[in-house]
């Protein structure tokens, strides 16, 4: 089965492919790749990555399209989950704890995952912190008693009220500083980060590599007969890619 993965920031292309060896690699998803991939032939179709700024956000349309010619979709992580938390009601999978999250109503703002990050030739390395991450590196430092429930909140009020590219781990532990007034709390929950896995967006993303590597991933199967209809935006799409 034919299957190309869209991955960026979250996770290395090399690091996917020694989990996902059989598929074909991309970079974050944009408006087009998704239309474009089912002409080619693909069957299988992995969202992780996909551009929010700058670059115009793939359309639900062509996902939909995708789903009415059969081709499983998965999402995770990043704008893989957003989407897959849109569209699950029409067939397309969600995986992980980041696209559960948009599901139930969690999550709700795109910025959540949203991160600055550079270009193909740097790797598309991470240069902000998604507030994902934050939330979830913060829940496991209150578990351990690194820092208090209390304190869990402003640091994540303070993040949110942050430009997404503003978000990094330096800043949270500064917070913690001007928040309590303690060099040394702000010392431990540094010296907590450095030793603890707090990317959430990348464990998402490697269990999804790893249940499609498996063929555990399934259409939601919901709504599966729904009619897609060709509208006029859509067909301009499809002209200006050339698969019409």
Known sequence: MRTCVFVGPTIPATEAKKILAMADFFPPVAVGDVLR??????????????????????????????????????????????RAAELWPYGMAGCGRIFAAYRDGIYESDDEVALMHGDEESGYRSVSQPLVNIRHGLALARRSGVISADLQGQLIQRAQELFYGDRHWSRVVEDVSSITGSEAEAAHLRRFLRETDSDLKRADAVETLWRTANGEIERSGVAENFTFEETHSFLLLRAAEGTN
């Open 37 to 82: 991939a089912v002409e080619a032939g693909y069957e299988t179709l992995v969202l992780i990555d996909g551009y929010f700024h700058g670059v115009p956000s793939v359309w639900h349309k062509e996902i939909m399209y995708a789903l009415s010619r059969h081709v499983t979709v998965v999402g995770c992580s990043s704008m893989g989950a957003l």
